[in-house]
């Protein structure tokens, strides 16, 4: 049969993909350019995770010595550029004038926001027949009608945005109420065990003293 050789498939990058073992015959000799030598190395092993940044090596005396390791940077206040995008530590939502749409509904900060919407809502589908009204009848005037929907939508969403902190403190509370629930929980099924413990217990005495 003559000398086996190693033969490999590499996949798009280099890597290789299969390794297997054939018999050389005239026409693999003679077109030695189907064996690329520099390709039967082995594959290089690489790391699934890329390695820690090199600036932990200054914290290996932290835990005898915090002094000598550097301070954390102070946080951030203002704006900053993360991934090519601008961002502020200030979370403010910005008006709808600073945005250049007309506000629908009063200013201020005493703002019944159920109050509101319920408007807004009956307002919009007063639109939206008066809408239909208008592709019926006028076809070339409706671009009014819809810049109109538009400016409530807008006012809507506005509104809404506005209760997203709200909305935050009270799913907050939701979270912490039920872990305080379960850990309620935890401590009446810990007494009952306990119970239980102690009442075996009991009964191993009475159990052992009679005989």
Known sequence: MGEKLLGCEFGPKGEVERQFLFYPT????????TISLHRLRPPMATATYPPPPPYYKLYKDYATNPSSAPAPPPPIQGTYVCF?????????????????????????NN?????????????????FLELADILVERPSQYARR???????????????NSLRPHQARATLI?????????RKMAVEDIKRRREEAQSLLKEALVTLDGQ
Do not use: W
Not at 26 to 33: D, G, Y
Not at 175 to 181: A, R
């Open 26 to 33: 005239l026409t693999t000799l003679a077109a030695p350019q």
């Open 84 to 108: 090519g995008t601008n961002y502020t530590t200030d979370d403010v939502l910005p008006g709808l004038e600073e945005q250049g749409v007309r506000q629908l509904y009063p200013k201020g």
């Open 146 to 160: 819809v810049e109109e929907i538009s400016v409530i939508f807008k006012n809507l969403h506005h509104l809404l």
């Open 174 to 182: 939701h979270i912490m109420e039920l872990q305080i629930q379960r």
């Open 111 to 127: 703002i019944d926001f159920k109050k509101e919407l319920r408007l807004l809502n009956r307002e919009l589908q007063l639109h």
